[in-house]
Each structure stands twice: as structure tokens, then as C-alpha cells.
């Protein structure tokens, strides 16, 4: 164990956001996987949500938030594959920001209390911090920067949200997988 | 890890990152507080070709990049047209346009390692209220180095599946490479550990 200092690093803690921050990555640039039959979908998002169900609120966070600051210095890690200074001035500018403050709600509702994660807690935080926490931040921002009404841009954000239920259901499936596998992954640190 | 950054010599090219990322913010504000007119449109589209032009990125590379963006220009155009006087839309679409357009620019003429080094330097006054901008920049090359290696489990698991004749399920995928992925993520721990890393 990690002795107990105010204000020093755990490295342990860095290395994961390191990796999970990769992680994010990869899922990215992975096409997308059929889940269910055909329907492929994109795995990025969940990246952001799994940030949060198994590093935590900081920890999940500050992991989205590596990998957004790689994008803005002109790594093509978005799904797409899509980087570089544009995306942070272009309409997708709020969800990036949402998916940041996504993953801190998410690690926040999931792992609130206990360490084991619980089923229906790891499902209610996806939807709450996955999926109203960045429409929220990222439907206003589309609206600003196309110049559209705010309902006529959440009416056209509507499209998504059966493929993000879809993710929330794999997060949350994922998130009890591996705790049964590896529950060291769940390890809390400061934070 | 395959950038976005095109080799070149050009003015663009050798102008220090740091510098080139501030003149960027300040174009990128001018250009958005100006109001929607054609003549701002017209200053705006001159500004991004001679860029393009005196980088020596081309006009193919400029093509790129607006066939890249053809998407945004449909779904931010078509319904401005319909609430907002035609010029109006056009310009703010263009403006836009234009501002992601000088992104590329500025990304596609300026190495990683560069950014990484400025964004560095440009936080040093962060350590006077207990920031660490080293920790950062350390954090950053970490995660470049660290993306193959996580690629590269994702390939082991793909292919061990293929092997069994395994049909590729998200699940099946994801819950091995995290615990790959978590495992190595201690084992990096240690490391920087051992390297004395504070």
C-alpha cells in the first residue's frame, strides 16, 4: 500500500490514467464493432464511460482529459479518425467538453459509497453522466456555433441517444465483467 | 503513432510553436467577433488560402481538408438558410469554416513534441501555485508511447479470438483489454517508481 502523504503522487494512480487515457484511444480508432446483430457502433464514449465506472471521478476524468489535450495538439484520436486544434472550434466542441465532465459525474454516482460497483448504480451514472450531463453541455454549444435554435439542435442530437443507451447497457455488463475478473482494477487511491 | 503533421520548410513550418499557436487564438477571436458580412467572409477565405499557400500545403491539401469538413458545412448551412438571410448564414458557416481551416494549418506544420514542449513552457506559471507542468508534459509523451502498446493487446485478443473462431462481441473485447491494459498500468506505476519519478 501507498503511504498516506497529502499532495504526493501516486503513480500508480498517473500510470492508470496514463493507460486508461490509451485506452480511450484505441477504442477510437477500432472500427466499429457489431454489437447485437449488425448495428456497428463507435466505442469511444464508452472508453469515457468505463473512465469513470473503473478509475473514479479524478481519475476518470483527468483520463479524457489526456486524451482531449492530445487531440487539441494534433493526434487524430477521435473516432473517425479525426484530431487536430479543429474539433475544439467546430460544433463538437461541447460534447468534448461534456465527455470530460461526463466521466467525473459517472466515477462520482458509481462509485459513491462502496467499492464494489453495483449494477443499477454503474447503469444510472452512464445514463445521468454518459449520456444528459454532455447533451446538456453539448446541445448548447452546437446551437451557438451553428447559429440553430437550441430545440432544433437537441431535436437533430435525438438521433444518438438509442446508440448511447446501447453503450450504457455494455458499460454497465463490462463494469461487473471486470470486477469478477480483475477487482484490483477498482483499487481507490487518493481520490 | 501516425500524426497529422506534414513535413515541410515552409515559414509556417519553422515558426516557433509556441508563438504560432497564440497568433492562431488571436486570428481565431478576431475572426468570430467580426460581424457576419461578405467582406469578412472574402478576408477570411483570402487569410486561409494564402496560409495554406505560403506553408506550402497546397491547394490539394487545402481540398482535403474541406472535403474532410464537407459534412459540418451541410449540417451547419442548410438550416441557417432556412431561419437567417442567406448572406448571414453563408458568412457564419464560412467563418467557421475558415477558423478550423487555420487549425489544420497550425497542426498539420507543427510536430507534437514541439506542442508538447510549449504547452510545457507555456505553464510554467502554474508552479508558483503548486503545478507541475513538467508532470504534464511527462503524462503526455507517456500516453503517445503507451497508445501502440494498448493497440497492440487489442490485436492479441482480436486475433486469439479469430483462433477459437470466436464471433467479436464488445464485451468479450473490451473485458480482456482492460485487464491487460490495468495490469500494465501497475506495471508502469512501478516503473516510474523505480525511476524516481516525483
Known amino acids: 500500500m501507498t503511504t498516506r502523504r497529502p499532495a504526493a503522487l501516486d503513480l500508480r494512480d498517473l500510470a492508470r490514467i496514463v493507460v486508461f487515457a490509451a485506452i480511450i484511444a484505441v477504442l477510437g480508432l477500432a472500427p466499429g464493432i457489431p454489437v447485437f446483430g449488425s448495428v456497428p457502433i463507435t466505442s469511444q464514449t464508452l472508453g469515457v464511460m468505463l473512465a469513470g465506472t473503473v478509475l473514479g471521478a479524478w481519475r476518470g476524468a483527468a483520463a479524457v482529459l489526456v486524451v482531449e489535450v492530445l487531440v487539441a495538439l494534433g493526434l487524430p484520436l477521435l473516432a473517425g479518425p479525426r484530431g487536430g486544434a479543429g474539433v475544439f472550434v467546430g460544433p463538437s466542441a461541447g460534447y468534448l467538453i461534456g465527455w470530460i465532465v461526463g466521466a467525473f459525474v459517472i466515477g462520482a454516482i458509481a462509485r459513491a459509497g462502496s467499492r464494489r460497483p453495483v449494477w443499477w448504480r454503474t447503469a444510472i451514472a452512464c445514463v445521468v453522466g454518459g449520456i444528459l450531463v454532455i447533451y446538456a453541455i453539448g446541445i448548447p454549444v452546437v446551437s451557438a456555433v451553428t447559429h440553430l435554435p437550441l430545440a432544433t439542435a437537441a431535436i437533430s442530437s435525438l438521433a444518438f441517444v438509442p446508440g448511447d443507451l446501447l ?16 477487482p484490483a482494477a477498482f483499487r481507490r487511491g487518493r481520490a | 503513432m501516425i500524426a497529422l503533421y506534414r513535413t515541410g520548410t515552409g515559414p509556417l ?35 486561409v488560402v494564402a496560409v495554406y499557400a505560403v506553408a506550402g500545403l497546397g491547394a490539394r491539401e487545402l481540398g482535403r481538408q474541406l472535403w474532410t469538413s464537407r459534412w459540418l458545412i451541410v449540417i451547419m448551412l442548410v438550416p441557417q438558410l432556412i431561419v437567417l438571410p442567406p448572406v448571414v448564414a453563408v458568412a457564419n458557416t464560412g467563418r467557421v469554416v475558415a477558423i478550423i481551416l487555420l487549425a489544420a494549418a497550425v497542426t498539420l506544420t507543427t510536430r507534437v513534441p514541439a506542442v508538447i514542449e510549449a504547452t510545457e513552457r507555456g505553464l510554467g506559471w502554474t508552479r508558483r501555485f503548486g503545478g507541475n507542468p513538467a508532470l504534464v508534459g511527462l503524462v503526455l509523451a507517456l500516453t503517445i508511447t503507451t497508445i501502440p502498446v494498448i493497440a497492440g493487446f487489442a490485436t492479441v485478443i482480436r486475433e486469439a479470438q479469430a483462433a477459437r473462431g470466436a464471433r467479436m462481441r464488445l464485451t468479450t473485447f473490451v473485458v480482456p483489454l482492460l485487464v491487460m491494459s490495468l495490469r500494465h498500468a501497475d506495471d508502469l506505476g512501478d516503473a516510474l517508481a523505480a525511476r524516481g519519478v516525483e
Not at chain 1, 167 to 182: D, E, F, G, N, S
Not at chain 2, 34 to 47: C, E, I, N, R, V
Open chain 1, 167 to 182: 453503450k450504457v447497457v455494455i458499460a454497465t455488463l463490462i463494469t461487473q465483467a471486470l470486477w469478477r475478473a480483475y
Open chain 2, 13 to 47: 513550418h519553422r515558426l516557433a510553436a509556441g508563438p504560432k499557436l497564440l497568433l492562431f487564438a488571436v486570428i481565431a477571436l478576431t475572426l468570430s467577433l467580426l460581424a457576419p458580412t461578405l467582406w469578412m467572409l472574402g478576408a477570411a477565405l483570402a487569410l
